[in-house]
């Protein structure tokens, strides 16, 4: 596949961001209602997790949590972040007291890895800031059970782009990195090893009163990771000016004094199916391997949302 398609990331910067200590105690409110339309699809899958992932749920939605525990009130749950700061965080957010009788009863909740795959994996709001993408989801697949799937989202090309359009007006560097488009998503995950990858999308306008709401907004959803980024500390001046130009472009049609910005949200889920024999004049097959084929046969489970 080709690796030089978006996202234009630059890989330090993502990993600091991946690392940074949490700066607060509510994901940001875009990626909680983006969780709350995707664990509304999860109605149309019939399979019920025994055990789930929560991928970065410190940034994915702390609500979110508790949305899939409600949904899945048997499954036991292991939420992964990036870091042991940002695991201790989550456990510190998510967790309830040992003095709680409420957490005495119902789904485990783990902080680290499991020791056996899951069936479901749901990441919301990660894969847009990956610098190896392709990496990430080739994890999501070793975390997944056979039969099991992914369940995810990210933005699309169309973020930003009344942001990205004052940049270019005024001669900046770009605005931010380039998103990936839902159909290369789809490419991704079958390479993967994925099946039956099922993408849509939808743009979500939101409108802010000041220059000021709209970038305390943009800095907790997360940063501009384009290697060609402004580079070191910009004056008090050319704040002032960003302001100004951002109430002058980003002034809504409706003229009510309000700044819009548009987000495309990709939504996607697969499925992870049997692995195929590749049979040669020698063939090396793993244990894992043998059982999966064994239980449902050469071409893979069929079946699907």
């Known amino acids: 596949m080709s690796t030089q398609r978006p996202p234009t990331i630059d890989p330090v910067a993502a990993t600091r961001w991946a690392t940074l200590p ?5 994901s940001p409110w875009l990626h909680e209602e983006v969780a709350r339309r995707m664990e509304e699809r999860l ?8 055990q789930w992932v929560h991928w970065g749920a410190l940034q994915g939605g702390l609500q979110a949590q508790a949305l899939l525990s409600k949904r899945y009130p048997e499954s036991d749950c292991f939420v992964l972040e990036s870091t042991a700061g940002r695991a201790q965080a989550a456990r510190n957010l998510i967790a309830k007291p040992w003095w709680n009788p409420r957490g005495w009863t119902g789904p485990a909740v783990t902080f680290e890895a499991p020791a056996q795959p899951v069936q479901m994996l749901w990441a919301n709001m990660a894969l847009h800031t990956a610098a190896d993408p392709e990496a990430l989801i080739a994890e999501w697949h070793r975390l997944i059970a056979v039969d099991g799937f992914a369940m995810f989202s990210c933005l699309g090309p169309d973020t930003l782009r009344e942001l990205r359009a004052v940049y270019a007006r005024l001669g900046w560097p770009v605005a931010g990195h380039e998103f990936t488009d839902m159909h290369d998503w789809g490419d991704m995950l079958v390479h993967a090893g994925f099946a039956e990858p099922v993408m849509d999308m939808e743009r979500i306008t939101l409108t802010y009163s000041t220059p000021q709401s709209l970038l305390a907004e943009l800095r907790s959803l997360g940063r501009n990771l384009h290697p060609q980024r402004f580079a070191g500390l910009r004056s008090r001046a050319w ?6 130009a951002l109430a002058e472009g980003l002034a809504s049609p409706a003229g009510d004094g309000r700044l819009q910005l548009t987000f495309e949200v990709v939504y996607g889920h697969a ?6 024999l590749n049979i040669q004049a020698e063939t090396t097959v793993s244990l894992e391997q043998m059982r999966s084929v064994l239980k449902h046969g050469p071409a893979g489970p069929k079946g699907g949302a």
């Open 271 to 276: 499925f992870k199916p049997a692995p195929r």
């Open 22 to 26: 949490p700066q607060q105690t509510e």
């Open 239 to 244: 704040l002032a000016r960003l302001h100004a």
């Open 43 to 50: 109605q149309w899958i019939v399979q019920k997790p025994r």
